[in-house]
Nanobody, 127 residues
């Protein structure tokens, strides 16, 4: 079993920054690639950014490239999503999810191989 716990959400003005954290714990937690996903009201859950278990491979949705970064602290087993220059359309509930690294990279929230999800953290962006 792997557990994920998001934190760091909140209210920010457009153009502002936030850093989200995803604490990953449990059996062989370091063997999982981790993705960040978001879901706004009335919309489907979408991929935002992902990072490999080693931290060497990252991926970003086109909508956040150049504004968001993702990193991983292996000692703390925590994945960070640093968000800069936030837009009102970035407002959503942000989730992190874990997928076993041996299965490769697939940043689709509908992939059933994402066995473990956090409960989400709300990001609100005021215009």
């Amino acid at each position: 079993q792997v557990q994920l716990l998001e934190s760091g959400g909140g209210l920010v003005q457009a153009g502002g920054s936030l850093r989200l954290s995803c604490a990953v714990s449990g059996h062989l937690a370091s063997n999982y690639n981790v993705g960040w996903f978001r879901q706004a009201p009335g919309k489907e859950r979408e991929f935002v950014a992902g990072i490999s278990y080693s931290g060497r491979v990252t991926a970003f949705a086109d909508s956040v490239k150049g504004r968001f970064t993702i990193s991983r602290d292996k000692d703390l087993n925590t994945v960070y999503l640093q968000m800069y220059d936030l837009y009102p359309e970035d407002a959503a509930v942000y989730y992190c999810a874990a997928r076993l690294s041996a299965l490769g990279y697939h940043w689709d929230p509908k992939d059933p191989a994402y066995d473990y999800w956090g409960r989400g953290t709300q990001v609100t962006v005021s215009s």
